[in-house]
């Protein structure tokens, strides 16, 4: 079946520190790979996606490599503001079963 | 501008009360989503529409209802039976089930 494995949180980073959160999945056929994004009290913003293997997504800052051959999606930042903090969710999309899954998201907390 | 709109922003329940959470979205999209989060937890999907007049129940549908009368609208009721009910709602819309989902700004649920 198809899932979604992120690294455990929370993760604490001091600002203007290198950010990787882990991802890796397990699909069946070629899924899409996104990132979402919570900020306290609101709901989840697509940050990026990848479509397909060695595309990758980038927005504010943020990237991330669709790897087929390690089937991960680990998001990175070269420097983190505190304004980064909140909670991201790796998620993948099957179009076989027209069906969405969400990792359990990884709380990120940067300080000053 | 398009987008989901979710309401209350907050909301109270007593004991033994059925409550209705409102989520509507001008985005022209075919299904929509509920999803439950619990403090540092990840989403866990209530109910779903692929299409105006469907749903299916998702992992935790025990204790809640919904109707799809409209395309636009997908109210969510937290019935008396939801023995913990305390919770941030989530709604969402994507244009089909493998397309990415936008988010409402969510509903928090306390009980009096």
């Known amino acids: 079946g198809n899932s979604v494995t992120q690294m455990e949180g929370p993760v604490t980073l001091s600002e203007e520190a290198f950010l990787t959160i882990n991802c890796t999945y397990t699909a069946t056929g070629y899924p899409s790979l996104f990132w979402y994004v919570q900020y306290p009290g609101e709901g989840l913003q697509l940050l990026l996606k990848a479509t397909k293997a060695d595309d990758k997504g980038s927005n504010k800052g943020f990237e991330a490599t669709y790897r087929k051959e390690t089937t991960s999606f680990h998001l990175e930042k070269g420097s983190v503001q505190v304004s980064d903090s909140a909670v991201y969710f790796c998620?993948?999309?099957?179009?076989?079963?027209?069906?969405?899954?969400f990792g359990t998201g990884t709380s990120l907390t940067v300080i000053p | 501008d398009g987008g989901i709109t979710q309401s209350p922003k907050y909301l109270f329940r007593k004991e033994g009360q059925n409550v209705t959470l409102s989520c509507e979205q001008n985005l022209n999209h075919d299904a929509m989503y509920w999803y439950r989060q619990d403090p540092g937890q990840g989403l866990r999907l209530i109910y779903y529409s692929q299409i105006v007049n469907d749903f299916q129940k998702g992992d935790i549908a025990e204790g809640y209802s919904v109707s799809r009368e409209k395309k636009e609208s997908f109210p969510l009721t937290v019935t008396s039976a939801q023995k913990n009910p305390t919770a941030f709602y989530l709604c969402?819309?994507?244009?089909?089930?493998?397309?990415?989902?936008?988010f409402g700004d969510g509903t928090r649920l306390s009980i009096l």
């Open positions: 969402a819309s994507s244009t089909r089930g493998d397309q990415p989902q936008h």
């Open positions: 998620a993948l999309s099957d179009r076989t079963g027209n069906q969405f899954y």
